[in-house]
T-cell receptor, first 115, second 113 residues
């Protein structure tokens, strides 16, 4: 069974500091994709970053990076130099061949950036 | 840019009414999805479709049905709305390969009274 776990319901970070949002996953598939989405208070889901299971290097997109530890089945999101606009819900998701086209989402982490 | 649109941002319906939520995408994506989002529960998949007229049940299909007559349009139907279906409903679309992300619509906040 596919499962995504986000154990931090809420996080606080000082503006300009870095923050790590945790995500662990469970799958027996050798080929899968991991995704992070941001959901501001306005409600839209914004895609942030993708990591493939065969990718050798950790994915980076601007201030976002994904700390991918395959053996530990973790895919933590690191946000560097936090900004007030980073305050939002963050969701980790996974997609694999065995699930066909389904995505599996974690329960999310609410991040608040403090000025 | 991919655009996914949903017919309403806010909807208020009465118990027992039949409710249609429409979703349209403009990027020729094979896959379309309906989720509901509730606080503390994350996104839960209701139904998804990988092709026209094809559908698969997700984790919580009870009380819902779907229709996909055209590739760009995926409808969610609540045959007889109940108060426990009050929620945020999110539509998404994607290409077929596992490397591709989903694109989401703005969501419909449905209240059933």
């Amino acid at each position: 069974a596919q499962k995504i776990t986000q154990t931090q319901p809420g996080m606080f970070v000082q503006e300009k500091e870095a923050v790590t949002l945790d995500c662990t996953y469970d799958t027996s598939d050798p080929s899968y994709g991991l995704f992070w989405y941001k959901q501001p208070s306005s409600g839209e889901m914004i895609f942030l970053i993708y990591q493939g299971s065969y990718d050798q290097q950790n994915a980076t997109e601007g201030r976002y990076s994904l700390n991918f530890q395959k053996a530990r089945k973790s895919a933590n999101l690191v946000i560097s130099a936090s900004q007030l606009g980073d305050s939002a819900m963050y969701f980790c998701a996974m997609r694999s061949l065995s699930t066909g086209n389904q995505f599996y989402f974690g329960t999310g982490t609410s991040l608040t950036v403090i000025p | 840019d991919v655009k996914v649109t949903q017919s309403s941002r806010y909807l208020v319906k009465r118990t027992g009414e039949k409710v249609f939520l429409e979703c349209v995408q403009d990027m020729d994506h094979e896959n379309m999805f309906w989720y509901r989002q509730d606080p503390g529960l994350g996104l839960r998949l209701i139904y998804f479709s990988y092709d026209v007229k094809m559908k698969e049940k997700g984790d919580i299909p009870e009380g819902y049905s779907v229709s996909r007559e055209k590739k760009e349009r995926f409808s969610l139907i609540l045959e007889s709305a109940s108060t426990n279906q009050t929620s945020m409903y999110l539509c998404a679309s994607s290409l077929g390969d596992s490397a591709y992300e989903q694109y989401f619509g703005p969501g419909t906040r449905l209240t059933v009274t």
